[in-house]
């Protein structure tokens, strides 16, 4: 059963404008949210995270919004570059060691 | 410095052969853990280190599957008869670990493994 969904597999943004991400949750026990990026034959790379008693974490062009109450987190991306393209997997933990990922989605921004 | 290396990068195998996959992790991370992607499907985690305490294997899909790590560093993760369906990218990934909390994981490129 997948705890932590992503329902688009894929998104295409054009440079400069905004992109985000959507990742789903089922456990209320998660408290530890994660982004990773991955580019193809590449392990993935932390991007940003966010825990959860906090509601938004910014770092330059990434923002990660976590809406508890709707177990749902976001990734904004502006503006968004061709660099970034990638596929984005979100990733959550609670009390446990195990860390559950998403299915993750793949951003082409166009130039 | 280096990041967590892992080998061999592509592996094809006879269904029914054992394989063996090893991870190097970042030195100093005392937490290791091994995932793995089938086409389509997210990460999934298979077994967790955690500096000399006993490993947490709940992610194991069954007991063909087993993993080593030697010393708190080297990892191997071994497959006994493989089947097809374990075809995937297996992926490893370590971190500082310990109590302070959660950890950012650094990941090796991953073990493509093909069986036939």
């Known amino acids: 059963d997948q705890q932590v969904k992503q329902n688009s597999p894929s998104l295409s943004v054009q440079e400069g404008r905004i992109s985000i991400l959507n990742c789903d949750y089922t456990n209320s026990m998660f408290d530890y949210f994660l982004w990773y990026k991955k580019y193809p034959a590449e392990g993935p790379t932390f991007l940003i995270s966010?825990?959860?008693?906090?509601d938004k974490n910014e770092d330059g062009r990434f923002t990660v919004f976590l809406n508890k109450s709707a177990k749902h987190l976001s990734l904004h991306i502006v503006p968004s570059q061709p660099g970034d393209s990638a596929v984005y997997f979100c990733a959550a933990s609670g009390t446990g060691n195990q860390f559950y990922f998403g299915t993750g989605t793949s951003l082409t921004v166009i130039p | 410095g280096a990041g967590v290396s892992q080998s061999p990068s592509n592996k094809v195998t006879e269904k029914g052969k054992d394989v063996e996959l090893r991870c190097d992790p970042i030195s100093g991370h005392t937490a290791l853990y091994w995932y793995r992607q089938s086409l389509g499907q997210g990460l999934e985690f298979l077994i967790y280190?955690?500096?000399?305490?006993?490993?947490?294997k709940s992610g194991l899909p069954s007991d063909r599957f087993s993993a080593e790590r030697t010393g708190g560093s080297v990892s191997t993760l071994t497959i006994q008869r493989t089947q097809q369906e374990d075809s995937a990218v297996y992926l490893c990934?370590?971190?500082?670990?310990?109590?302070?909390?959660?950890?950012?994981?650094?990941f090796g490129p991953g073990t493509r493994l093909t069986v036939l």
């Open positions: 990934a370590s971190s500082l670990g310990g109590p302070s909390g959660y950890n950012e994981q650094f």
């Open positions: 280190f955690q500096g000399n305490s006993a490993p947490d």
């Open positions: 966010i825990s959860s008693i906090k």
